[in-house]
């Protein structure tokens, strides 16, 4: 028989919710405090990273720790590792800076809980929006707004190709980027109902509770994929990779998350890719 993949008891869900939407509460204080005030400088990447990311950071580490001392944490911002064998947590304290230090309010906070490298827990909070898209496997996937109660969404029924809506984040390594990548987005555009620009992680809160069919990132990081797939998966979704690989996904560097397994490998087919 089979190992069982490792899940939270629903007692350490609800326990862990009151500490997370209370950590949650403290970084809103800084990305949105700080937001018209920022001070942004360049990774080696090229990518841009503020103020607020640190410090952001910096209090979710600070709460963790306080809150579960033995857990390994990796962030974008200050590194660590996933422990293979019991806990780790994965930050991504402002998801779309792009965005925020633009001013417009489609970022997020990711974090996500790992056992055994395995995501249990996801979590996407959208500080201007009000709300966050939470899960964790085998007890659902829910949508909290300020003030309100939690209700358990699921992602849209199976639409073809043809209808779908399709949210994607960057043209970065597809065939309309500068440098023209491998990835054909101009096909998969002619094939679909809408392709919409949305970005980020708002766009897997949008499709879990049913606004949209699908979700592409050309490139991603185990910090985004760990809040997100717990958060499809448990809304009823599929993921993937852009080859159609589902397997080891945390280590997968792009992402496909759709409504149906049959709908995630046909935009898979028609974004194929144009090596050889």
């Known amino acids: 028989m089979k190992p069982s ?38 990774k080696t990447d090229g990518s841009e990273v503020t103020s607020s990311d640190k410090a952001a950071e910096r209090l979710l580490r600070h709460d963790l720790r306080a809150a579960w001392p033995a857990d390994a944490v990796l962030g974008e911002e200050y590194g660590g590792h996933i422990a293979r064998l019991g806990r780790t947590w994965l930050l991504d304290p402002i998801d779309g800076t792009a965005s925020y230090v633009l001013g417009i309010p489609m970022f997020g ?84 109902g809408r392709l919409r620009l949305v970005g980020d992680c708002v766009q897997y809160a949008l499709l879990c509770r049913g606004a949209l069919d699908a979700g592409i990132d050309f490139r991603i990081k185990p910090w985004d994929l760990g809040a997100i797939v717990p958060c499809v998966l448990e809304a009823g979704g599929s993921v993937g990779d852009l080859n159609g690989e589902t397997a080891r996904i945390l280590e997968r560097p792009s992402l496909v998350a759709a409504s149906s397994p049959a709908l995630r490998l046909a935009i898979c087919r028609k974004l194929g890719s144009r090596r050889p």
């Not at 827990?121 to 201007?128: A, D, R, T």
């Open 109 to 192: 906070t990711l974090l996500s809980l790992l056992i055994d490298g395995e995501p249990v827990f996801g979590c996407i909070h959208l500080p201007v929006l009000k709300e966050t898209t939470y899960a964790a496997r085998g007890l659902g996937c829910w949508l909290k707004r300020d003030g309100g109660r939690p209700r358990r969404i699921a992602v849209a029924a199976p639409r073809s190709l043809s209808a779908a809506q399709i949210g994607f984040t960057s043209v970065a390594e597809s065939d309309l980027a500068r440098r023209p990548g491998a990835w054909r987005l101009t096909n998969l555009a002619r094939s679909v």
């Open 5 to 42: 993949k490792p899940r939270l008891s629903a007692r350490e869900f609800r326990i862990l919710l009151v500490r997370i939407f209370a950590s949650l509460r403290r970084t809103d204080a800084i990305t949105l405090g700080r937001w018209h005030d920022l001070r942004v400088s360049r």
